[in-house]
């Protein structure tokens, strides 16, 4: 028994924060968000931004650490390691409110064409960063990052239980190459540059029963992994802010009241987490408990990052409630990656399910 | 990364289990298979029964040495141990203030003299030790306590006066451990001195009295100018030094509010017994929001197991939890609480009477104000974890 993780996977895990810490600070997360306005007219958002190709450079710097490749066999032009080593990862990217599809692509897609044999050729071209991947879950038609989106994948359950992937074609607005302009559809976290999937043709599908499980699984997971990341940084804002301001001559973190809201966000975050690290190794290993381990994980960190988000906001009264203080880039990305993946009520279903009742 | 057990420890937890069963058996048989509450007269005594059939076997306290009355295991063991114990339906432990509160401290400022004699008669429940902190005006403030020990040079002791209360226990417990003020002109944390005291002492007076739950689980005991001889206990009555109480008192509130007092096999053990009771009742017209509750409930009780390994390999690793111990107290008693009232909403009108499960419930509203309310909790996280400013 050793619940830890190896120094390797440590210092994998730190290169990846500092690396985002640089590229990836909040001006280039609003660099992503659409100019303009949202369908009602309202802006989408203030504050500095970076100039959109440093939106592009974080991605091609993570493709030349070698970190799109991770769950990827080398054999197959990856570094062969597997979801205890990426779920770190995947928590920095949520941390840092990544603007790409890093669950979709590396924690998913990736893995999955490494176990299905490259059906369709893509996989070095996705290791490369030259091609985004997404995948969709749960009939849900909203593909993040879909403008960039050139390769994208069904994981669903279209007879009730057993798991297929497909590969979507047509669909997308506009066309299925990225030098196609699509529409944005109007989001609450705009940064996510969400495309609206149309009809399209189903096939039997590419993957199928424990591979296909095993692709959904590692979505979960990685969603679940940045959910965790997501409240850290919302906490770590709050703690900051609330040490700073005053008010009745005092900082507002002397008051109780507010100690008590991140004391109870900090408790949720930290005993999700382990559940997250601990699906990451049943996965992993291939333990039968895995599926609901997972989804035992993606219930409370889904939880835990909906109630950081709440509580963050409260102690930062008005100024947490406006667009050019970052909270709010946040605040919507756990929000939305709450419900995607399987929201908490359904992966509570899951879990009862293997618990037989 | 490795969350399985090793060839051994699955040996220890068969071992245990089969133990259990047939002890917990036959120690139930002992007693006409009627078993009180710890809490009763007649109860203690049977529950003093089973202690001693857990020491004779070696496993009232595994994760001891040898030489103190245990087993020596690790850390790991003691987690199995603690996983078969509920699942098996083991009682309470009435040893459990001593083995599970004083002996840390024993074992960290005691003499070897000290450690040579508390602990193996701990161990052994030939003396049981109840906790003698609160008094009427110092709860939460525990600083604020005005019990004082004053020091008689000439006859070598201690004379103690003042009054503790809501001590758990105290009424069927031969001995107190407890801070006392020594230095009379000292304020709060200061002057303050951990004593080990027998009850027996004259001019000590306890007297018991009924706890939300009905069983006379409370004590308040009164110190008349009771004098405590230095060699009351072999190695002295002093734990660390005079003076030196606050920081090792301290050592034990750690010890209470974490780990060791609330082993996750307590609450996985409850978890699993209200997936069943889901299970038996759903069979009737149950409101389909209970399910819901039920495996909330049961998450939570697993992700308290999976946090309890994660500290235990950094305690191992030496990466210590410190203040974090505080999350782990608000986590288990406000689950415990979540668990039976869920239990109780499973049972419907039937859940009024008297059974396992509403005692437990009645139990379990005591943990958020025990060992540190939940809101003195929450300021120390919030203090010593998240480092937010204090008042």
Avoid at chain 1, 136 to 155: E, F, K, M, Q, R
Avoid at chain 1, 319 to 340: P, Q, V
Avoid at chain 2, 149 to 165: F, I, N, P, S
Avoid at chain 2, 288 to 307: I, T
Wanted: hydrophobic share 40%.
């Amino acid at each position: 028994m050793r619940f830890a993780f190896t120094d390797d996977q440590l210092a994998f895990r730190d290169a990846v924060r500092d690396l985002l810490a640089k590229e990836c600070p909040p001006e280039v997360v609003r660099a992503a968000w659409p100019d303009g306005t949202d369908a009602h007219g309202a802006r989408k958002g203030e504050g500095a931004r970076a100039d959109a190709d440093r939106v592009a450079k974080v991605w091609t710097d993570l493709a030349e650490m070698g970190v799109l490749g991770i769950g990827v066999s080398e054999a197959n032009g990856g570094l062969g390691m597997a979801e205890v080593d990426w779920v770190l990862l995947a928590e920095e990217s949520g941390y840092a409110a990544l603007p790409h599809p890093f669950v979709e692509t590396t924690c998913v897609v990736a893995p999955l064409l490494d176990d299905t044999d490259d059906p369709h050729d893509v996989l070095a071209e996705v290791l490369a960063g030259e091609r985004q991947a997404g995948a969709v879950s749960l009939t849900s038609a909203l593909v993040p990052w879909g403008d960039a989106i050139t390769y994208l994948v069904s994981i669903d359950r279209p007879q009730g239980d057993g798991w297929v992937v497909r590969r979507v074609q047509g669909g997308l607005a506009v066309g299925d190459t990225a030098d196609q302009k699509r529409t944005l559809a109007d989001t609450v976290d705009a940064g996510r540059r969400v495309v609206r999937l149309g009809a399209w043709q189903a096939d039997a599908g590419f993957a199928t029963g424990a591979t296909a499980e095993r692709a959904f699984d590692r979505g979960a997971l990685g969603t679940a992994a940045q959910l965790v990341g997501l409240g850290r940084r919302m906490l770590d804002l709050s703690v900051g802010y609330v040490a700073e301001r005053q008010q009745f001559g005092v900082p507002i973190g002397s008051q109780q009241a507010v100690k008590h809201h991140l004391a109870d966000a900090a408790m949720a975050l930290r005993f999700a987490a382990p559940v997250v690290y601990a699906a990451a190794w049943e996965l992993a290993t291939g333990a039968p408990t895995a599926s609901r381990t997972v989804s035992t994980a993606k219930a409370l960190a889904s939880d835990a990052a909906r109630l950081t988000a709440r509580q963050a906001l409260q102690v930062h009264g008005a100024i947490g409630y406006t667009t050019e203080y970052d909270l709010h880039l946040y605040l919507k990305r756990a929000e939305a990656l709450s419900r995607t993946w399987g929201d908490a009520a359904w992966h509570r279903r899951r879990v009862a399910t293997a618990l037989g009742i | 990364m490795d969350l399985t057990w090793s060839a051994d420890e699955e040996a220890f937890r068969a071992e245990v289990r089969t133990w259990l069963e047939t002890e917990l058996a036959a120690w139930r048989e002992r007693h006409g298979n009627r078993i009180l509450s710890g809490d009763t007269t007649e109860g203690f005594a049977q529950h003093l029964d089973w202690e001693r059939t857990l020491f004779a076997a070696g496993y009232a306290a595994v994760s001891w040495p040898q030489e103190v009355g245990g087993r020596g295991a690790s850390r790991w063991e003691w987690l199995i141990f603690e996983e078969e114990y509920y699942r098996a339906g083991g009682p309470q432990r009435v040893t459990q203030n001593g083995i599970f509160l004083l002996a840390p401290t024993v074992f960290e400022f005691g003499t070897p003299e000290q450690q040579a004699h508390i602990l193996p008669r701990m161990a052994g429940a030939e003396d049981l030790w109840c906790q003698g902190w609160s008094e009427p005006n110092a709860g939460s403030d525990l600083a604020s306590l005005t019990c004082k020990a004053t020091r008689d040079d000439e006859r070598g002791g201690w004379v103690l006066d003042g009054q503790k209360t809501w001590t758990t226990r105290g009424a069927f417990c031969s001995h107190l451990f407890g801070l006392f003020r020594t230095d009379p002109e000292s304020q709060r944390h200061r002057g303050l001195t951990y004593l080990l005291v027998p009850l027996e002492l004259e001019g000590i007076t306890v007297r018991g009295f009924g706890r939300l739950d009905g069983d006379e689980g409370f004590a308040e005991v009164f110190f008349d100018g009771a004098f405590l001889p230095d060699d009351a206990l072999p190695g002295g009555v002093v734990l660390g030094g005079v003076g030196e109480g606050w920081s090792v008192a301290m050592a034990t509130t750690s010890s209470e509010r974490g780990l060791t007092l609330r082993s996750p096999g307590r609450f996985t053990a409850t978890a699993d017994r209200l997936v069943e009771l889901h299970r038996q009742r759903a069979k009737g017209d149950l409101d389909p929001g209970l399910r819901d509750r039920v495996v909330q409930g049961w998450m939570k009780a697993e992700a308290y197991r999976l946090q309890t390994l994660q500290t235990v390999t950094d305690d191992a690793e030496g990466r210590s939890a410190g203040a974090a111990s505080s999350f782990v107290k608000l986590w288990w008693s406000e689950l415990d609480v979540e668990l039976h009232e869920t239990a109780l909403d499973l049972l419907g009108a039937e859940a009024e009477l008297d059974d396992a499960w509403s005692k437990g419930w009645q139990f379990s509203l005591s943990g958020p104000i025990y060992a540190g309310t939940n809101e003195i909790q929450r300021n120390i996280a919030a203090e010593r974890v998240l480092g937010l400013p204090r008042k």
